[in-house]
């Protein structure tokens, strides 16, 4: 948030007259819960999950109103494992219309590569990186 006072001078008929205003302006970022889609099976670890849809925006503002938006995203975040996607503008735009909208897979892209844990396809369960095979129920990973 940035805020500046300008001082300007007028003389009118040999008077000086002073004028001051206190500007707040500012850029910022905001990221808002739109809402959640359940019974969703995880596309990176395969569980019953649900995705948490936000949205991510920068704004500019003069006294703590919004003017304009830029730089738009909208991310999902799943509850299982929490891996991030950014959803298709489009499909976020309608969910965030209408909360009933279905998210397909083929609507996300998957924001983070790096997992500490890789999942087991047999039991579902997380597994360091470094195992080769399942401890839980011997499964080749």
């Known amino acids: 948030m940035n805020g500046y006072i300008i001082n300007i001078r007028y003389q009118q008929m040999g008077r000086v007259i002073y004028m001051f ?7 910022q970022d ?5 809402g959640n ?6 596309p990176s670890c395969g569980r019953l999950s649900m ?4 949205k991510y925006y920068k704004y ?10 830029w730089d738009v995203r909208y ?3 799943t509850s299982c494992c929490g891996c991030l996607y950014e959803l298709d503008p489009l499909v976020g735009k309608e969910f965030e219309k209408n ?3 279905e998210i ?9 590569r790096y997992s500490p844990f890789k999942y087991c396809s047999n039991c579902r369960t997380e597994v360091p990186v470094e195992y080769s095979y399942c401890p839980y129920c011997g499964e080749r990973l």
């Open 51 to 54: 995705y948490e849809v936000y």
């Open 60 to 69: 500019f503002h003069i006294f703590f109103l919004p003017i304009f938006k």
């Open 99 to 101: 909360p009933s909208t």
């Open 37 to 42: 889609c359940n019974n969703i099976v995880c």
């Open 21 to 27: 205003f206190f500007a707040i302006f500012g850029i």
């Open 104 to 112: 397909r897979e083929e609507n996300l892209q998957r924001i983070d």
């Open 30 to 34: 905001k990221n808002k819960h739109i």
């Open 75 to 77: 991310i999902v975040k």
